[in-house]
């Protein structure tokens, strides 16, 4: 397919708003899944941490 615009690429022969979606919600898993375990590293390293000092404590 040639486009000979900017807008004629962004519109796909109409199917600009499937396809772009489409992109969109891929990315969006894959930031997700990238940033899911870290956030669960994390949440479970402060929770170990609390504990730790929990039981410090006399």
Avoid: K
Wanted: aromatic letters at 10%; glycine letters at 6%; proline letters at 3%.
């Amino acid at each position: 397919m040639n486009f000979a615009t900017l807008a004629d690429f962004l519109a796909m022969g109409r199917h600009g708003v499937y396809v772009w979606s489409a992109y969109g919600v891929c990315l969006a898993v894959l930031a997700w899944n990238l940033a899911a375990p870290l956030l669960a590293r994390r949440r479970l390293v402060e929770q170990e941490a609390r504990r730790a000092r929990r039981e410090a404590q006399p």
